[in-house]
């Protein structure tokens, strides 16, 4: 098998390149959550104060579908929000997520993952420039170029948080 950040056919070469790092990085995710039973999807490490795949998922679904609608350049609706947020909890901590399936939260974010396909079929190269607002007070500016490579990066960054999860769950489970 070969690896390799060819662009999507669909998409202009650049937005392509960036979308298929995040088309793998999705990918991944998929495959290192699978086989996962609800109680690893809740486990929350062996202390029980780390964050869980559920949460994981949730979180990444919550930050893609936000850049989603800003790479749109539309505000993400109240009814979404309700849905998937909020970002934070009052703890400044990922809320909790408890008793969600994997393969619910995985079709929630597939749901994103295909909308941001399609809005990206519609991007030109030169809307990569475009810069948008972030963060949790809209302070911060970035392009939609670097967005897109968040996307992916942030992905990956947190299978990190899920393999370890799953190391310790396959730890402690042997133990109970």
């Not at 650049?14 to 999705?26: H, P, Q």
């Not at 559920?54 to 849905?83: C, F």
Request: charged content about 25%; aromatic content about 8%.
């Amino acid at each position: 098998m070969i690896f390799d950040l060819k662009g999507e056919p669909t998409m202009s070469p650049i937005v392509g390149m960036l979308f298929s790092a995040v088309k793998e990085n999705n990918r991944r995710l998929q495959f290192i959550t699978s086989g996962m039973s609800q109680e690893e999807v809740d486990y929350q490490g062996p202390q029980q104060n780390d964050n869980s795949t559920a949460q994981l998922i949730r979180h990444l679904t919550y930050v893609d579908l936000n850049w989603l609608y800003r790479i749109k350049g539309e505000t993400l609706p109240i009814s979404l929000m309700e849905k998937y947020g909020p970002m934070i909890d009052d703890n400044d901590k990922l809320p909790l997520v408890k008793g969600k399936s994997r393969n619910t939260l995985m079709t929630d974010y597939e749901m994103v993952m295909k909308k941001l396909e399609e809005t990206c079929t519609q991007l030109t190269d030169a809307d990569l420039d475009r810069v948008v607002l972030f963060g949790h007070e809209n302070e911060k500016q970035a392009t939609i170029r670097w967005g897109l490579w968040h996307i992916a990066d942030h992905s990956r960054y947190h299978q990190a948080h899920i393999n370890q999860l799953r190391k310790w769950y396959n730890e402690h489970s042997v133990n109970r």
